[in-house]
């Protein structure tokens, strides 16, 4: 190791004067209560996972209050009803508003840092979605003590909570509020996924990059391809229970069944959405503690690869009772067992790690959480396999086997690992590390706390004991398992309070924590401080910091990329996907009012509409979308800053358009988004068809109207389409304006408009109605995921045109066109394909 | 400025990285889908397809997947090509060649396991 500054560094020291007090003056964190206006990922993350704790400590006193319930049997502390809402509230809580957001609050907080990123490339965006969270979150969850909390269960199936079974708002809170949320988890996947792809540091190419940014990748895609089907799922049955389309009312040809398909598409990956980013910190940790890097770096990508993709092939084992033929269940409970073998191989590469170090792998709190979780999700992987195996399944089904096989899973394969990234971050994320003393304490208290909780209701399950049951029979010999059960909740409740009391009195949030205490090998151990790293690294192996001696002082010193601010703002580097060569410099917005008031508003447009007070809830919708609005217009910078050096000889530009640009990737990503909920729309509408046929035009129903109704709709589209084209060759050259690009997007907008007016139209002249069966209700359906296309395009539309007439849009500053014409090809693909299936589909089975 | 067009690159080694799995979720989709939807019309007395008609749909079905990734597996560097991937990098390529190959290699588990139970259970027949 030299210690003198080496010449082949890209930027020479000493850096010039004030560019350190410049580059903390740009990055500083607003003062006292403006602190919320922040954007920054260090900050609102630590925000986001601080609230997601507190989700898992208010439904964990649920847990405890029904466990106290249930301690002994003919119990009457909690009333029926009141311990429905609680099983509800607690699992929805505990999936919804802890599991997920929980470690999505992860990579905004640790992605950045790994990556030598100084934030993620849309910070308000992140902002915007965490306020909404917490917000939502806690309105939901505080239904539970006015006695409005939903009842149905987590998965909440119909009939159950159809309008006649479940009266009352309680299940609309569910609905909206955790429909609201998913958008919000949408909204950091997106971040997430443009973040882990494009914001790496030179020379960190795929084959380098941190196994949780692997596991962040793909937990981001596979949020974008599984939450839009409960998204459809939750505002199907919400139009269901307010206007009474009967998606799932088997007497007018829907179908309860179609909601468990939908729900457990979603629901299946979620499980993994939840886990494997889990795998992932442990990958982190693992060499560290071992002095060694990870055994099988390639065997774990792929393991996450194909169990995130595999996942999306299991949801039907979650129906195996449910009358589904017995060959459809094995292709599921085949594709079950296949997905056993990646989690395997990810656990092999650990144990190997651990055995490989030539040094002895160091036990600390975190090593201790990261052994449990193995020992516990172990377990909870051969009971998963015991009920992916059909006749198993039918004698457990709904019984405590099964409440015990999925806290095996989830407290095993994500709250232990959790605990262990405390321990193990938090002088990342704060001045001082937690105690490793009380440490222990409350790794034995968790850990035996809750094997004895949990490993007995296997047993109470096998001899029969319901899931759900607000109390049960003494006579029936489950007294004595249930007592232990309580205890070791109890116990489990000691370590996280103790848990807690270590938090209070050793995390110290801010910067200038011990510099990497555990001698760890990856870039968010670099010295670091509101701009993140004084300069971005340039990578050159999986753990630079072993690798790279010097690495930390030189990127201290400024010696590598971006030392400065030269844009005079926000920024970082954006690298080209796959090889990480630099590309341009991003410029980012500072902190603001826009997202936390967009938040509040979407999230009281929401909640007021819940509870049916309409008016205000519209105007709090019109406020949310003017405050996006505000946000937005403060976007799209244009390309006044020309080029900058960033060291090392390379000059790069401040401003890109088109495919290579962030903005354009995340249209991209919105668009899968968009797509699959389209896609699942697809999959009910056939799906009801196979159903009940019999409803279907034009036996059933009355016929599709005559053909010069969609085709006229097809033939809008088609025109606006061109039109967009049309107003990309004619925007103006820098610096001017031309009246010909307003004109050509307003009629383009008008086009779509109309088009939604044709099919409306048509439909309702022949008669149909969207109550009358399962075929309306899927047809009308169908121009309401148009409408709400089309809604968007409106406003997208004059917001574009505003950008015009400011002066904000021409042929060089055009993200904002280029975004509204993507989006605007995507919808009238997605319309025609509509057209295709709502008035072919009929005429090809009728 | 407006930057050129690097998608390709990005989306072509993404489809080829995951192209067994893809397959995969084409098979899983190409049995399910019609056996359900013809043993639900069955089952409902509307159509008389012969069960035996199914199972085989299914096997053939299988069949030609599994040849699908064994071609890939066999000659990946064809199916970059198709999809224009290419990696500069030289770890980048030999990392995504063998992920490719080992995603294959469990795709390919998982559409035999799948397509064996048509072998032994009757395709029609409710548990209940
Ligand atoms: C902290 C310790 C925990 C305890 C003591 C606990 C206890 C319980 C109890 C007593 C039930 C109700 C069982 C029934 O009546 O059927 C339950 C249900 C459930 N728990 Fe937990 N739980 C804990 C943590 C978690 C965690 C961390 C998660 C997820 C990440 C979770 C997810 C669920 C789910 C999804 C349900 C099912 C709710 C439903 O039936 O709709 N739990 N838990
Ligand atoms: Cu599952």
């Known amino acids: 190791m030299e210690n003198q500054p080496r010449s082949d560094l890209p930027n020479k020291t000493p850096r010039p004067k004030g560019e350190l007090e410049e580059l903390k003056r740009i990055w500083a964190t607003p003062r006292g209560w403006r602190i919320v206006t922040t954007v920054n990922n260090t900050e609102i993350g630590l925000l986001y996972i601080g609230v997601a704790f507190l989700f898992f400590l208010m439904a964990g006193v649920l847990a405890l209050l029904m466990r106290t319930q249930l301690a002994t049997g003919n119990n009457d502390f909690i009333g029926q009803e009141l311990y429905n809402q609680m099983f509800t509230v607690h699992g929805t809580t505990m999936m919804f508003l802890f599991a997920v957001p929980a470690v999505e609050a992860l990579g905004v907080l640790l992605l950045p840092q790994m990556l030598a990123a100084r934030d993620l490339p849309f910070p308000r965006l992140s902002a915007f979605a965490i306020w909404a969270y917490v917000i939502g979150g806690l309105v939901f969850f505080s239904t539970i003590l006015y006695d409005l909390a939903p009842d149905g269960g987590w998965f909440m199936y119909p009939p159950l909570t159809l309008k006649e079974y479940s009266p009352g708002d309680n299940a609309d809170f569910w609905l909206l509020g955790i429909g609201f949320i998913e958008i919000s988890a949408i909204a950091g996947a997106i971040e997430i996924v443009v973040g882990a792809l494009r914001t790496r540091p030179p020379g960190m190419t795929l084959a380098k990059m941190p196994i949780f940014a692997w596991s962040m990748l793909i937990f981001a895609s596979m949020i974008m391809f599984a939450f839009p089907a409960v998204i459809l799922a939750t505002m199907m049955l919400e139009i269901e229970r307010s206007f009474g389309w009967p998606f799932f009312t088997a007497a007018k040809g829907g179908d309860s069944l179609l909601w468990q398909h939908l729900f457990w598409f979603f629901g299946h990956p979620e499980v993994y959405i939840i886990f494997l980013p889990a795998a992932g910190l442990v990958s982190m940790m693992v060499p560290t503690m071992a ?23 299991l949801w039907v084992h979650h129906m195996f009772t449910t009358g589904i033929p017995a060959l459809s269940l094995a292709f599921f ?15 092999f590469s650990w144990i190997a790690t651990i055995a490989a170090g030539r040094k002895k792998f160091r036990i600390t709190t975190a090593s201790l959480f990261i052994l449990g979780f193995l020992f516990i999700f172990t377990i909870g992987g051969l009971t998963g396999v015991m009920v992916a195996m059909v006749p198993f399944d039918f004698q457990v089904h709904d019984t405590y086997f099964v409440v015990a ?35 222990r304490w409350v790794f034995w208290l968790m850990f035996s706390g809750f094997n004895i909780a949990f490993f007995p209701m296997h047993l109470t399950g096998l001899r029969g004991m319901p899931r759900r049951v607000w109390t049960y029979p003494s006579e029936l010999g489950w007294d004595t398992l249930n007592l232990i059960s309580t205890i070791g909740s109890y116990i489990l409740g000691a370590g996280v309070l103790l848990f807690v009391i270590d938090l209070v009195l050793h995390f110290r949030p801010g910067r200038g924590g011990p510099e990497n205490p555990w001698q760890a090998g990856t870039l968010e151990w670099l010295p670091n401080d509101v701009y993140s790293n004084r300069s971005i690294p340039l990578v050159t192996s999986r753990e630079p910091l072993w690798d790279q001696p010097n690495l930390a002082d030189d990127v201290k010193e400024g010696r590598y990329y971006l030392p400065n601010a030269p844009t005079g703002g926000r920024e ?75 060291g090392g000889g390379i000059s790069l530009p401040t401003y890109v358009s088109g495919p290579s640009s962030h903005s354009w990737w995340a249209m991209i990503v919105l668009m899968f988004v ?66 010909a690009v307003p004109i050509a997007i307003f009629l383009a907008v008008a086009c779509l408009v109309g088009s939604l007016g044709v099919e409306l139209a048509g439909h309702w002249r022949t008669g149909l109605s969207p109550t009358a069966n399962a075929y309306g209700a899927m047809v009308y359906m169908g121009a309401a995921l148009f409408g709400q296309l089309a809604f968007t395009l409106v406003i997208f539309g004059g917001f ?47 | 400025m407006k930057a050129g067009n690097d998608n390709g690159p990005i989306a072509g080694a993404i489809l080829f990285l995951l192209i067994g799995p893809i397959i995969w979720a084409a098979h899983l989709l190409l049995v399910y889908g019609p056996q359900s939807a013809l043993c639900a019309f069955r089952i409902a007395g509307r159509t008389q397809v012969d069960p035996w008609l199914i199972s085989m749909l299914v096997a053939g079905v299988t069949v030609i997947a599994m040849a699908a990734v064994m071609l890939t597996l066999w000659r990946p560097r064809r199916v970059a090509r198709i999809f224009r991937f290419d990696a500069a990098a030289n770890d980048n390529r030999s990392f995504i060649l063998s992920s490719m190959r080992w995603l294959g290699v469990l795709a390919l588990i998982g559409i035999a396991l799948a397509g064996a139970t048509t072998l032994i259970l009757d395709p029609c027949a409710q548990l209940r």
């Not at chain 1, 409970?333 to 656990?347: D, T, Y």
């Not at chain 1, 938040?599 to 509409?609: K, N, S, W």
Request: proline share 7%.
């Open chain 1, 572 to 646: 970082t580097l954006v690298t080209s996907p796959i090889d990480a060569k630099p590309q341009y410099v991003i410029q980012m917005p500072t902190s603001g009012w826009s997202p936390l008031l967009a938040a509040i508003f979407t999230a009281a447009f929401f909640l007021l509409l819940t509870v049916k007070l309409v008016t205000i809830s519209i105007v709090c919708g019109i406020l949310a979308i003017a405050f996006c609005l505000i946000w937005a217009w403060a976007l799209d910078p244009g390309p006044s800053k020309g080029l900058v050096d960033i």
């Open chain 1, 333 to 347: 409970s085949a594709a079950s067992m296949a997905v056993a073998i990646p989690s395997g191989i990810q656990v």
């Open chain 1, 291 to 313: 002095r060694t890097p990870l055994v099988g770096y390639r065997l774990i990508v792929i393991a996450l690869i194909a169990t995130g993709f595999f996942s999306f092939g």
């Open chain 1, 405 to 439: 096989h999925f806290h095996y899973v989830l407290v095993g394969g994500m709250v232990f690992p959790l605990f262990a990234t405390f321990y193990y971050w938090a002088p990342q994320a704060g001045r001082s590390m937690l105690s490793e003393r009380l440490g």
């Open chain 1, 800 to 846: 574009t045109i505003a950008r015009h007439f400011a002066g904000k849009l021409d042929r060089e500053r055009r993200v904002t066109f280029d975004n509204m014409a993507l989006l605007y090809h995507y919808t009238v693909g997605q319309s025609l394909f509509g057209l295709a299936l709502v008035h072919g589909f009929p005429r090809l089975v009728g």
């Open chain 1, 674 to 739: 968009a797509g699959s909920l389209y896609l699942s729309y697809v999959f009910s509408y056939l799906f009801l068809w196979t159903v009940s046929p019999d409803t279907w035009a034009p036996s059933g129903s009355p016929a599709p109207p005559d053909l010069g109704w969609p085709a006229a709709a097809a033939l809008l589209l088609l025109a606006g389409s061109a039109l967009i084209v049309l107003t990309e060759r004619m925007l103006p050259p820098a610096g001017t304006k031309r009246m």
